[in-house]
């Protein structure tokens, strides 16, 4: 059973969450032709899998994390919840998915007043929980091509950044057929992020804007022209990413029922994800209870937010808003594309496990970079959106919303390196006004000079060694040691 791959194979089908269309995967579909609402994706033998009991479920899963098989390896070890329309030959992993939760530091979980953890989805080998999305997506791609024989296939995406990445990295990996373009807003993407395409090999075109006008125009080339779109509006990347809460529930010995999961909102994609994935553990009886949801936004792109915002469901309109500047990069994002997935999912959510599993709070500029050194000081290596979800915990115990025993599980989603800039510029004190940032001398750190260059090309190497320990002594405070 470890090394075997599933025989079973399902029958899977678009559903559109407007009009309630069905169509066929055999056609790359991003929304509902009828309507142009988005899709999900519905395995429609997944009562099949009632057939075995839950216990068996969970042996099944843990045993599959101890096996050689690639193809089982990543979040396919997860295969019969996800995409079980794939052949082991479609199947890409990069090393994808399996990524830790770490316990905060004592000191950390002190500070806070909560126990919580890290899920470090930046040690994805593009080094973001994209790569969730682009395992599934592509190897779904990968079976489209060996199926229809199709000699050229252009992939394209928008992105901030950590799409880009991993899009790329996955289309170099499969080749052949497969090109991949990448739409960025000019200036607004990260030296190390803007590196990750240029050096996978993708045609990378900058846009002037921000990420949802770059949205637009990847919309229009995939309603106007045949490439393969690899934004969250595509179904597949959503199912890959359901990967994360299968990972939360088996690392917690499959009893999430005291946990409180914050996700960044972004795209909207994950925190859809995230519930999509809980909701089929729960209707299976692999957990016995649903853990809570928090989705995170910034101040300066916050429409979900503002759209929960309202306790009368009645009375709740969304509206897109009009970014600001963001640390917070990967969550800048004024209009997102999954909204009417979270709204859906939401609905079913809270159905399935009762109100008030689902909540989005709002957060400021100042406590998502201070979020990210918090963590990092502590032993973390948080990108931005993890600073995100701290302060996003930090601002739903300050609402009174956490829960004595609750653990807080928080979404790193990418690795601390990709945004070292935003550190710099706290450190440096270098933000620009629109960030509304201002840096705290006690969280500022900088390098000292211990000695001039001139001073070590004027002494001999012995006396420069000595002297160099001394200033070092001298900064630390150091006590000379007696000799007995």
């Given at each position: 059973m470890l090394d075997q791959f599933p025989s079973r194979r399902g029958r899977m089908e678009y559903v559109c969450l407007g009009c309630g269309a069905r169509l066929d995967i055999d056609e790359l579909y991003?929304?509902?032709?009828?309507?142009?609402?988005?899709?999900?994706?519905?395995?429609l033998d997944f009562d099949e899998l009632r057939q075995t009991n839950p216990e068996q479920w969970r042996e099944i899963f843990d045993l599959r994390a101890a096996t050689r098989r690639p193809e089982l390896k990543g979040i396919f070890r997860f295969y019969e919840l996800m995409a079980p329309v794939l052949e082991p030959e479609d199947i890409i992993w990069l090393g994808d998915g399996n990524t830790p939760i770490i316990p905060a530091s004592p000191a950390l979980a002190g500070h806070v007043g909560q126990d919580m953890a890290f899920k470090n989805d930046g040690q994805n080998p593009s080094a973001s929980f994209k790569d969730r999305g682009m395992a599934c997506a592509f190897s779904y791609l990968k079976a489209l091509i060996?199926?229809?024989?199709?000699?050229?296939?252009?992939?394209?995406?928008?992105?901030?950044?950590?799409?880009?990445?991993?899009?790329?990295?996955?289309?170099?990996?499969?080749?052949?057929?497969?090109?991949?373009?990448?739409?960025?807003?000019?200036?607004?993407v990260t030296p190390q992020q803007l590196a990750q395409p240029l050096g996978s090999g993708a045609v990378v075109l900058e846009l002037p804007g921000v990420f949802?006008?770059?949205?637009k125009v990847v919309e229009h080339l995939a309603e106007n022209y045949r490439v393969a779109l690899l934004n969250s509006?595509?179904?597949?990347?959503?199912?890959?990413?359901?990967?994360?809460a299968f990972e939360v529930a088996?690392?917690?010995?499959?009893?999430?029922?005291?946990?409180?999961?914050?996700?960044?909102?972004?795209?909207?994609?994950?925190?859809?994800?995230i519930m999509s994935g809980f909701l089929k553990l729960r209707?299976?009886?692999?957990?016995?209870k649903l853990p809570r949801i928090f989705g995170v936004q910034s101040a300066h792109a916050d429409p979900v937010f503002r759209y929960y915002h309202e306790s009368d469901p009645a009375r709740r309109a969304y509206?897109?808003?009009?970014?600001?500047?963001?640390?917070?990069?990967?969550?800048?994002?004024?209009?997102?594309?999954?909204?009417?997935?979270?709204?859906?999912?939401?609905?079913?959510?809270?159905q399935a496990g009762g109100a008030g599993l689902f909540h989005v709070v709002q957060v400021e500029e100042q406590a998502v970079i201070e979020g990210m050194l918090l963590a990092n000081r502590h032993g973390h290596i948080a990108c931005t959106q993890g600073g995100e979800c701290l302060a996003g915990l930090l601002r739903a115990r300050e609402l009174g919303l956490m829960q004595a025993g609750e653990t807080a599980v928080l979404d790193a989603t990418a690795h601390a390196l990709k945004f070292i800039g935003f550190q710099k510029m706290y450190f440096e004190n270098s933000f620009p006004p629109e960030y509304g940032i201002t840096p705290k001398e006690e969280l500022m750190n900088a390098p000292r000079r211990v000695l001039s260059p001139e001073v070590k090309a004027e002494?001999?190497?012995?006396?420069?060694?000595?002297?160099?320990?001394?200033?070092?002594?001298?900064?630390?405070?150091?006590?000379v040691r007696e000799r007995g």
């Open positions: 991003y929304t509902c032709p009828e309507c142009s609402e988005v899709l999900l994706l519905e395995d060996r199926r229809h024989g199709w000699d050229q296939v252009l992939t394209v995406c928008a992105s901030t950044g950590d799409t880009s990445a991993a899009a790329a990295l996955y289309a170099a990996y499969v080749g052949g057929a497969v090109k991949s373009v990448v739409l960025l807003p000019q200036g607004k949802d006008d770059c949205m509006k595509n179904a597949w990347r959503i199912l890959g990413q359901e990967s994360y088996q690392h917690y010995g499959w009893d999430v029922a005291d946990k409180a999961v914050f996700v960044p909102i972004g795209n909207a994609g994950n925190v859809t994800a209707s299976l009886g692999i957990i016995e509206h897109p808003v009009t970014v600001r500047a963001s640390v917070a990069q990967a969550a800048m994002i004024g209009n997102p594309v999954s909204f009417p997935r979270v709204r859906h999912l939401v609905d079913r959510y809270e002494l001999p190497a012995q006396e420069f060694t000595v002297q160099a320990a001394q200033a070092v002594a001298g900064v630390l405070g150091l006590q």
